[in-house]
């Protein structure tokens, strides 16, 4: 089954304390991304990736880092995460040519 | 940057009528998602357009890249399609997304 796999589904932290949001993907797509959704702005591109070692900015990246040393996983981490990050997270992979497939979600609260 | 605008925010119709939602761009763009998201937070995509117009049972999405302008159509609405609908974007080489900021339908049986 083609699927996108995010994990924490949920996770509570405490600020400053590094973590990683991991996703991965069997359809062997080019394309992932992450992005983070918040009430009142929508859904909002954190990085993305073309494809292995190639990463790029967003429009909201500042705090936040990911790798992709591999096609399918592609990383989302903190370093230092602080309460302005608590949000709902979302990573999504696809190819020029298919629509995109987005992981269940993560609901992440910084405290 | 892309500016993405949908209308309306707020939609709520009675089961079987036929709904529109609208999605307007400011910048040229490669691909138009619409997505759904349901109450419990997870995201699926509905259609991926470039061109002309896509039908999957009761869904039609229609994009006209002169006017830079995508519909949504619902055929025969069900209480089931009470979700969030987002279009999005893709631009910048095919891996940049900008999304609209929703549409909240309510179908009231």
């Known amino acids: 089954e083609a699927q996108v796999t995010q994990n924490p589904r949920y996770l509570i932290t405490v600020t400053g304390k590094k973590l990683t949001v991991t996703c991965s993907q069997n359809?062997?797509?080019?394309?992932m991304s992450w992005y983070r959704q918040d009430p009142g702005l929508g859904l909002r591109q954190i990085y993305y990736s073309m494809n292995v070692e190639v990463t790029d900015k967003g429009d909201v990246p500042e705090g936040y880092k990911v790798s992709r040393k591999e096609k399918r996983n592609f990383p989302l981490i903190l370093e230092s995460p602080s309460p302005n990050q608590t949000s709902l997270y979302f990573c999504?992979?696809?190819?020029?040519?298919?629509?995109?497939?987005f992981g269940q979600g993560t609901r992440l609260t910084v405290v | 940057k892309n500016e993405v605008e949908q209308s309306p925010q707020n939609l709520t119709a009675q089961e079987g009528e036929f709904i529109t939602i609208n999605c307007s761009y400011s910048?040229?763009?490669?691909?138009l998602h619409w997505l759904q998201q349901h109450p419990g937070g997870g995201i699926v995509s509905l259609f991926m357009l470039s061109s002309g117009k896509k039908k999957h049972g009761r869904l039609i999405a229609t994009i006209n890249i002169q006017e830079k302008h995508s519909s949504l159509h619902i055929t025969a609405s069900h209480p089931r399609d009470s979700a969030v609908y987002i279009c999005a974007v893709v631009w910048g080489g095919g891996s940049r997304l900008t999304f609209g900021e929703g549409t909240q339908l309510t179908v009231n049986p």
């Open positions: 910048v040229g763009i490669s691909a």
């Open positions: 359809m062997n797509h080019e394309y």
């Open positions: 999504a992979s696809s190819s020029r040519r298919t629509e995109a497939f």
